[in-house]
């Protein structure tokens, strides 16, 4: 990209997690929205002289939000070095650890994040405390629903977040009857808050003009290449194939060897970014186009799949392929709905698993197996897919570590569908010299759809022959790596 100008930026961007911000940049008579993750972090680095039986509890404090996620994908890396298969109460034990964690967060995103940004769209302030005046009873039931899972995680773990859970071949400790109990009455209490959810969604969202018009805006869309697992065709979050399919439905790559996870996913580094910018491999770098894009997280999810597993997701998986005219889905909007689809899909396997007698019974542990250099973990975290891959010496140290976040898969994504406002905000800031009030609702929204946590999808960035190890800073840079402007 050649030299460019700052004109106006949002910073922060709000209701994300991690530091990010949109800055809108000129370059000639280019105008461009950059979508910008501004922290950095080393766990890379940080792996390497590590056993790698510390790797899951190590990896799990990445992030805050989704640390279980980062547990069970490096549990999996570690469990293919030591070459150790898990019993079948061990990976039912992980298996309804990770749903709990996906439906935490998925109800997190809707009610604090998802929710107001549609509810209030065009307003100044669109948040939980503003939506919080003009419909309290779905804040409430957004508040107990979130102590209620978090209570039911320091139950079942021990702790809320960074637990000891995975160990290598299998699980710390089983699930007890008595600790099921408790899950079926967090259930039961839950269910009367996602009613209640998607009765507003509903009534007030899906049937409104609003959002009808918002899936009609091309602003909104993405027809890049979809990405996640699946198993037997359907619906899969801890293990299964991984399925790319393009912008017309069409399989293009299907593998079950983790390892190839490689062929599929390229990546590129951006002297604005400190994440990189993932694209489909076998399709080019092709920067800010669709043609080489991909993208993860519940939307991808649902389009590559064929069904959901579980009667009422399943019902609501038909809806809201219907509502949006067949798939693949390519509107960004309908991320939030593909959330609600996966909650009722996270609470029918729960309830599947926790009647399964094989959860309480033998051993949960696998000790067994052939050891190698390498091990890939891949798992389906709350925002999509998550690739854990070590490499260790003959003492089982880690000499190489790479962890790609959904996050970082979907930086590209997310720049790519912030380029389609390029024209508005030309007329704009040309006209007015700062984006409309419009405008910045359609970026926040845009962002905010796909759901980023930022903190985990940091990296080093090099601008010309420096690498730079700390966070801020540089704000403009050209082609060259000289810095025209910091802040």
């Known amino acids: 990209m050649a030299d460019f100008n700052v004109v106006a930026s949002l910073d922060p961007l709000t209701l994300v997690e991690g530091i990010a911000r949109i800055v809108v940049v000129t370059s000639g008579n280019e105008v461009r929205a950059l979508y910008q993750i501004m922290e950095f972090r080393g766990y890379e680095k940080l792996a390497i002289g590590r056993h790698v039986e510390d790797m899951p509890r190590l990896m799990s404090t990445i992030c805050g939000v989704c640390s279980w996620s980062h547990q069970l994908a490096s549990g999996k890396a570690v469990d293919a070095i030591f070459g150790r298969e898990l019993t079948t109460r061990a990976k039912l034990t992980r298996n309804l650890v990770n749903y709990i964690q996906v439906l935490d967060s998925h109800l997190l995103h809707i009610s604090f994040i998802g929710l107001p940004d549609l509810a209030l769209w065009g307003e100044a302030e669109r948040d939980i405390i503003k939506l919080m005046s003009k419909n309290p009873e779905v804040v409430s039931a957004a508040l107990k629903t979130r102590s209620l899972l978090k209570q039911l995680e320091k139950k079942l773990v021990g702790k809320i977040q960074h637990g000891p859970l995975v160990v290598p071949g299998g699980v710390c400790k089983g699930i007890t009857r008595e600790e099921i109990v408790e899950v079926e009455k967090v259930l039961q209490e839950i269910n009367s808050s996602i009613e209640l959810f998607y009765k507003f969604f509903d009534e007030r969202l899906v049937k409104s003009q609003l959002f009808k018009e918002l899936l009609q805006r091309d602003e909104f869309t993405m027809r890049g290449y979809s990405m996640g697992l699946v198993k037997e065709g359907a619906l899969e979050l801890y293990d299964g194939a991984l399925r790319v399919v393009d912008h017309k439905g069409r399989t293009v790559n299907e593998a079950g060897n983790p390892v190839t996870y490689a062929d599929v996913i390229g990546e590129a580094m951006a002297s604005w970014n400190y994440g990189m910018l993932p694209y489909y491999k076998p399709a080019g770098l092709k920067l800010f186009s669709e043609e080489s894009t991909i993208f993860v997280g519940p939307l991808a999810r649902l389009n590559v799949a064929e069904k959901v597993p579980g009667e009422k997701a399943g019902e609501e998986y038909k809806r809201l392929v219907e509502v949006a005219g067949g798939k693949p889905m390519s509107n960004v909007v309908l991320y939030h709905w593909a959330r609600l689809v996966e909650t009722l899909h996270c609470i029918e396997m729960i309830n599947e698993i926790i009647r399964n007698p094989a959860l309480f019974e033998g051993d949960v542990t696998t000790l067994a197996g052939e050891s190698r250099s390498r091990g890939v973990g891949i798992v389906e ?36 569908s912030l380029s389609k406002v390029s024209m508005q ?50 704000v403009v840079i050209n082609e060259k790596g000289d810095v025209l402007w910091q802040g």
Do not use: Q
């Open 381 to 416: 975290a709350p925002r999509g897919i998550l690739v854990h891959d070590y490499t260790v010496n003959s003492d089982f140290t880690v000499t190489k570590a790479r962890v790609i976040t959904p996050t970082t898969i979907n930086n590209t994504a997310i720049n790519t």
């Open 425 to 474: 905000l030309a007329k704009e800031i040309k006209s007015a010299g700062k984006p409309s009030a419009e405008t910045v609702t359609m970026l926040e929204s845009i962002v905010r759809a796909y759901d980023p946590c930022n903190s985990c999808a940091t990296h080093c960035m090099k601008i010309g022959e420096r690498r730079i190890v700390t966070s801020f800073r540089i």
